[in-house]
């Protein structure tokens, strides 16, 4: 754990029931004159979408719709986004949706200011002019992108993720409202909420964790872990509330530590096959859970007690081995498919994965020494599974 670290949360977060309707308020305290809509089209044919664009609206604002969001957001769509941005006249963006919307509109606000390639973006700490201001609406309990500096953009060409990373590209303010979460598909909110548990996991067994970040990150378990088969299942307030907050506090906490082996192994999967992010990490958390747990069975055997498991009648190793199988579990129970039930997915390209794994920015975070081959050997036990 680090014991020295500057923690600064500049993004202003507005929470609870019926707070979309701030939008236009909010929209105009940034003297914004036209303001675009970033979504996917999913989300842009449901009520919600309607109620956020006449919110702005009521606010005097004029809007202009990006509905071309796709999962795991490519470099190329985000750059089309900024050329409309720019031919529009945009000057503050309102995302609306999950992960995948909020990263494209970090993509798109930075364009906006910093015109050109997209590649002269997607490196640490490239964003060189302030983007547009940036309000985010996040639709699903799943990324905590709404409070990170750091969006994930699949390279089309390389079959590649990769990220812009900048303390630009926070968002100015979050817009949180659990009784969106009322209306997400079962699958999708058992995704994205396993997502969100990869986060406050990984933020706090990581190399780059600190005690801040560690308060989060618990909270963060505690909630998510309690109360994503409710969700999922139920769609209760109580759920909604409580995942939503998971979620938030995740993103706090990761955005201020990091991630660590299951994104490298997610990143790289989804990079070559476009598998959703949040499947991609539900595959691989059990199994990098326990890989991990010999580096800091403490912290691992304290997972497992915020996820509710008796620590009676066993040894911190074993209260830790738990942990991984209740999470395996977990996914079983949410219907989320293995890593061979991909059918698309071939063994053969393995070796060229776990390649990609250690060019990831936080296979150094990871908090057991991990290497191509031991990358190669997790993909073989998840494919196993």
């Known amino acids: 754990m680090l014991s020295e670290f500057t923690f600064n949360l500049p993004t202003r977060i507005e929470y609870g029931k019926g707070s979309i309707y701030k939008a236009g308020e909010i929209a105009s305290e ?31 604002l004029s809007t202009v719709v990006f509905d071309d969001v796709k999962p795991n957001p490519k470099d190329d769509d985000c ?90 590209v926070r968002p100015k303010v979050a817009i949180c409202d659990p009784s969106v979460l009322e209306s997400v598909p079962p699958h999708i909110a058992s995704a994205t909420g396993i997502d969100a548990l990869t986060h406050a996991i990984e933020a706090y067994t990581c190399n780059y964790a600190t005690q801040i ?106 209260l830790a081995q738990a942990g991984a199988d209740a999470i395996r579990m977990l996914a079983q129970d949410l219907a989320i498919p293995s890593l061979k039930d991909l059918k698309y997915v071939d063994p053969k390209d393995f070796t060229a994965m776990s390649e990609v794994c250690m060019l990831n920015v936080s296979a150094k975070s990871n908090p057991r020494p991990v290497s191509a081959q031991i990358f190669k050997e997790l993909y073989e036990r998840a494919y196993r599974l």
């Open 30 to 60: 940034f003297n914004a004159g036209k303001v675009m809509i970033i979504t996917d089209k999913g989300v842009r044919s449901t009520p919600l979408f309607d109620e956020v664009e006449s919110v702005l609206k009521k606010a005097g």
């Open 213 to 318: 970040t560690d308060a989060y990150a618990m909270q963060a378990i505690k909630l998510i872990s309690q109360n994503l088969r409710e969700l999922v299942y139920t769609k209760s307030y109580k759920s909604c509330d409580a995942m939503m907050m998971g979620s938030l506090l995740a993103g706090v906490a990761f955005g201020f530590s990091d991630v660590a082996g299951v994104h490298c192994l997610a990143e790289a999967l989804g990079g070559l096959y476009d598998t959703p992010h949040g499947v991609a990490n539900s595959i691989f958390l059990p199994v990098v859970f326990e890989f991990n747990i010999p580096a800091d069975v403490e912290k691992h055997a304290e997972i497992s007690e915020a996820m509710g498991i008796s620590a009676l009648g066993k040894s911190r190793r074993e």
């Open 79 to 168: 750059a089309v986004g900024g050329q409309l941005a720019i031919a529009e006249k945009v000057d503050t963006i309102v995302a609306l949706g999950g992960g995948s919307s909020m990263d494209t509109a970090k993509a798109v606000a930075s364009l906006v200011t910093n015109p050109g390639p997209m590649a002269d973006i997607m490196k640490p700490n490239k964003v060189k002019n302030q983007p547009i201001p940036l309000i985010c609406i996040p639709t699903t309990a799943g990324t905590g992108s709404e409070v990170t500096s750091f969006a994930v953009i699949t390279i089309n060409a390389l079959k590649r993720k990769s990220c812009i990373y900048d303390e630009k």
